[in-house]
């Protein structure tokens, strides 16, 4: 079924079953990076977590589609509470932050994200001393920024402008 008809098919079907419904292959690749990153997080699988990590980026980047299925999968408070790994892990780090940042133009994402005290765990690794996970802590920071006004405001009052400008140096 063509777009736009196979995104009303796939609301009526989600509405009428109890199990989850995709229409294309994509979203369903999105579900499973989302599983996978849960599962490796909780079991401490270092080798698999930035594999999955890198895929949700990818899956995520400019998809609002997959953007919705991932924050479905429950991937958000994952990857916020990945961010704590710094400095222990920073490639882990900067590839939760890159994740969160392309999650965040997605409205409820970033609501969960502000809910899991993301957006304070980001302003926080501004001041890394790895300058790869302050750049990816910024990049989600501007994505947050960029939904609205409010969001703006609460970037500031978490204290993101302060440790931004002196990225300026």
């Given amino acids: 079924i063509k777009a736009p008809e196979c995104f009303e098919v796939e609301r009526r079907l989600q509405d009428l079953l109890d199990i ?74 900067s590839l939760a932050a890159a994740a969160l940042a392309e999650l965040a133009s997605d409205k409820e994402s970033c609501d969960q994200i502000f809910d899991a005290h993301g957006l304070a765990k980001l302003v926080g690794l501004l001041s890394s001393a790895e300058s790869e996970v302050a750049a990816e802590a910024a990049h989600a920071i501007r994505a947050v920024a960029f939904r609205s006004a409010v969001d703006r405001d609460t970037s500031r009052d978490e204290g993101g402008i302060v440790p931004l400008v002196a990225l300026l140096g």
């Fill in 20 to 93: 989850p419904v995709f229409h294309d292959d994509q979203h369903g690749t999105a579900v499973i990076s989302a599983a996978a990153l849960i599962n490796a997080a909780k079991l401490g699988d270092h080798a698999a977590l930035p594999k999955a990590l890198a895929a949700l980026s990818a899956l995520t980047m400019s998809n609002a589609e997959n953007q919705r299925a991932v924050r479905e999968a429950g991937a958000v408070l994952p990857l916020v509470t990945l961010l704590a790994l710094e400095p222990a892990d920073t490639r882990v780090v």
